[in-house]
């Protein structure tokens, strides 16, 4: 028996007192608890309201349980559930609940059976009462089959067996839900069918077209070993073809954008497996292949079957962009290698092509469609063949494959709107750190895009912050004022003035200020006393009371008592008796 307050115990607070007596009469049973130990227990696993309260009975001083119980079961009835649902009035709101054929039967028979059982061991309830509330209760249906199953009449008392009609309307409950599993959807029946087959009751044969089918369905079967190489073979020739096509379009690059497909390196190196079975160029058809220096890799590496799936997936044409000739690719043109060798132009991972050398940052080459691109790069450099070296200066640029260090450190950026013609921008501006070498840059016009600003050499943050202080502090107005805030610009040197505050100070006049009067002060310039004592008593003077006026003033004393006529000492002569 747990002691009281751990962790389990029972606790009596007037909730449930027929449980609550029940399980301490167990525990003190278990125990061996005379009746005396038993009722002085009680009183440590009840509240101190009720303990007290449970003390001050007379039937608890008399030292007899089962009277003591039975008053308290009368005491705590109305919070006490069990004597509430084991009532007469319950019964009938029971009986009397309307039901329909989704509600269960079962909870319903289980449930009057209960509380009937106790109502009539106290004969609250007679046998013929219980049969009748017991049939109202019940669904119209089932009510009929237990009536003419019984043979029960209602004018014969005896007919009406309550434990015969609650076991005959069990089995017709249980006889009802078993139709209506029987009778469920159309989607449940065909989800016990889908059963039925995966369990192998339904055995088809397979078709013998269809061999994946075959081999899902008779698992039992024993493959040969040819049978499995063939479907070895099958899925590789599969994948091969897949791949195939996609190199094929990698290598083909974009034909309406100037050659702008990502760079494709076959695995054509000695530390690199060959992608493709090798021994079967006898069978590929080599006018489908693409001309260029990787058409002997493939004739080398791809099966026959997979070159023919990707070349026929492919149908554009092989063009090189660069100088406008079927044949080669860009990446393959002699013209582009030589100009990229020669510091003319790059191209840089997204398939776009720029001015100078990789990591320089320049600007992007521009050509409309039709245009050699070639043309174009070597206008900007003096039209310098292929052959020839760059000069060393052309329209003020600086040769960058000669001097790469004089590089600028910033590049202008491509505008955003097409431009017809390039225009040269001197380096030595505000923009540009001090130490940069002399020279410009050519600043080419060509379709709005974003570039990649990584290339950009890295400066010195804390040099760039002095720069850029000095540049605003030049400024009329700041850079980046505050939010809310916005001013007119004016040039340097201008005196601005905010219109706003301006009138609203002219409408409200000159500001005065007053300071509080002391009263030393007030008494210099007022020397009248009534005016002054006025003023005191009007509460016109701050910070000071009319009594610290009088006391601590000399000059107020001197001022309140002026006219009044001095105080003489005269001696009264004594009278003579």
Request: with cysteine; charged share 30%.
């Amino acid at each position: 028996m747990l002691a009281p307050g751990m962790l389990g115990a029972l606790y009596f607070e007037g909730v449930n007192v027929t449980e609550f007596l029940e399980r301490y009469g167990d525990q003190c049973e278990d125990a061996n608890l005379k009746e005396g130990e038993k009722l002085k227990r009680l009183l440590r696993y009840c509240s101190i309201a009720i303990g007290q309260y449970v003390k001050a009975m007379a039937e608890w001083k008399r030292g007899v349980w089962e009277i003591l119980e039975n008053v308290l079961m009368e005491e705590f009835k109305d919070q006490d559930s069990f004597q509430q649902m084991n009532s007469r009035s319950f019964l009938e709101a029971l009986k009397s609940k309307k039901r329909t054929s989704e509600d269960d039967v079962r909870q319903f028979i289980r449930q009057f059976t209960a509380i009937s059982t106790v109502l009539v061991n106290k004969k609250e309830l007679e046998e013929y009462t219980r049969g009748i509330w017991f049939l109202n209760g019940l669904l119209e249906d089932v009510r009929g089959k237990v009536i003419r199953r019984g043979k029960v009449t209602m004018n014969k008392p005896e007919t009406v067996k309550f434990s015969e009609m609650a076991k005959t309307a069990t089995e017709i409950y249980t006889s009802n839900k078993s139709i209506r599993e029987f009778a469920d959807s159309k989607v449940k029946q065909d989800g016990l069918s889908e059963l039925v087959d995966r369990l192998g009751e339904a055995s088809v044969p397979p078709r013998p077209e269809n061999i994946l089918a075959a081999l899902v369905v008779a698992s039992r079967v024993r493959l040969s070993k040819e049978v499995m190489d063939n479907l070895s073979n099958m899925f590789k020739a599969i994948a091969l073809s897949a791949r195939a096509t996609a190199e094929a379009d990698m290598m083909g690059g974009a034909m309406a954008g100037g050659g702008r497909a990502a760079r494709f390196n076959p695995p054509s190196g000695g530390n690199q497996a060959a992608a493709y079975p090798a021994g079967l160029a006898g069978r590929i058809n080599a006018a489908e292949l693409p001309r260029g220096g990787q058409a002997g890799w493939y004739l080398q590496q791809m099966p026959a079957a997979a070159v023919n799936a990707a070349m026929a997936a492919r149908s554009k044409p092989i063009y090189c962009f660069y100088y406008l000739e079927s044949g080669h690719f860009r990446r393959e043109c002699d013209d582009f290698r030589g100009d990229e060798g020669r510091g003319f132009a790059y191209e840089r991972p997204d398939g776009l092509l720029y001015y100078g050398r990789r990591g320089d940052g320049g600007a992007s080459v521009p050509w409309q469609r039709g245009e050699r691109g070639r043309d174009t790069v070597r206008q900007v450099w003096g039209g310098a063949s292929a052959a020839a070296e760059p000069p060393k200066q052309v329209s003020g640029m600086p040769r960058q494959d000669a001097r790469p260090a004089a590089a600028p450190r910033k590049v202008p950026r491509a505008p955003s709107a097409n431009v017809s013609s390039m225009s040269v921008v001197d380096l030595e501006s505000s923009d540009v750190e001090e130490g940069d070498s002399d020279g410009f840059v050519i600043v080419a016009g060509v379709q709005g895009r974003q570039t990649d600003r990584a290339e950009e050499k890295w400066q010195n943050p804390k040099r760039v912050l002095r720069e850029r202080a000095k540049r605003e502090a030049k400024m009329a107005v700041l850079k980046l004022p505050r939010a809310g805030e916005w001013r007119k610009p004016q040039g340097e040197g201008a005196e601005t003035a905010d219109e706003e505050s301006t009138e609203a100070l002219k409408k409200l006049g000159p500001r005065v200020t007053r300071k509080v009067e002391k009263y030393l002060d007030v008494l210099k310039r007022d020397a009248d006393p009534m005016e002054l004592l006025d003023k005191v008593f009007d509460n016109e003077l701050k910070s000071i009371t009319g009594r610290e006026v009088i006391v601590y003033s000399d000059l107020l004393q001197k001022l309140l008592f002026k006219n009044m006529v001095p105080f003489t000492k005269v001696e009264l002569p004594a009278s003579e008796e």
